[in-house]
């Protein structure tokens, strides 16, 4: 099993491999003859080049939006598709504008088109926020449909809850990327949590460690 998140080596970064774990991931050669030339392949070539460009140019100076526009000009992607959910519609809406600025063509879809009951999932009354199975469910599959119809070139999640993003990724033609995730509890920035998951929010991460 790989474990390179308690690994503080890093040998991979250095091509040291006598500092990297036994089990490193780096040491697996099916695995890293099969990812180098999946690399060959044409649209991940292109999207590679362009990702390592974009990381270059605009390390430490420009912002997550910054790099996605510069990334699908580099690419040649013209008709871009928002994925939002409505609690961040102010927002959808600004990067619809931003995105529009610089040239793009934009096709957005909010998570509760088509507007179908939570009861056509089999939820009851008390598994809703509202305690009625009528209350419109998020329906990021017909998300992804939308944007497959509309034959965008790439998509552009903002917000989408935990899950919903899930099933939005898993039914997606078009390349995608993350602007924001959805997180009610920390103004959608889930890294404050992480942060402060050795004091303030030690409690709720490690409840069972904090009573013995």
Do not use: W
Not at 59 to 64: D, E, K, P, T
Not at 164 to 184: F, G, M, N, Q, S
């Amino acid at each position: 099993m790989s474990h390179c998140a308690e690994c503080d080596l890093r040998g991979c970064k250095t091509y040291e491999e006598d500092k990297t774990l036994r089990d490193c991931p780096g040491k697996d050669k099916p695995i890293q003859e099969q990812a180098a030339a999946l690399f060959q392949e044409p649209d991940s070539l292109r999207m590679a080049r362009a990702a390592a460009q974009v990381e270059a140019e605009g390390y430490g100076q420009l912002c997550r939006m910054e790099e996605i526009i510069l990334f699908c000009k580099k690419l040649g992607f013209q008709k871009l598709g928002l994925v939002f959910c409505t609690g961040l519609s102010k927002e959808a809406a600004t990067v619809s504008r931003i995105l529009r600025y610089h040239g793009f063509d934009v096709a957005s879809v909010l998570c509760k088109n088509g507007s179908h009951p939570k009861s056509s999932i089999g939820l009851t009354c008390d598994e809703t926020l509202s305690g009625n199975d009528l209350e419109v469910m998020c329906n990021p599959i017909g998300q992804a449909l939308v944007m497959n119809q509309e034959n965008v070139d790439f998509n552009i999640l903002l917000g989408l809850c935990v899950g919903h993003d899930t099933l939005c990724l898993k039914y997606l033609d078009a390349p995608a990327t993350v602007l924001a995730v959805k997180d009610r509890r920390t103004g959608h920035n889930p890294l404050a949590a992480i942060y402060l998951a050795d004091g303030y929010y030690r409690k709720r991460l490690f409840p069972e460690q904090d009573k013995a």
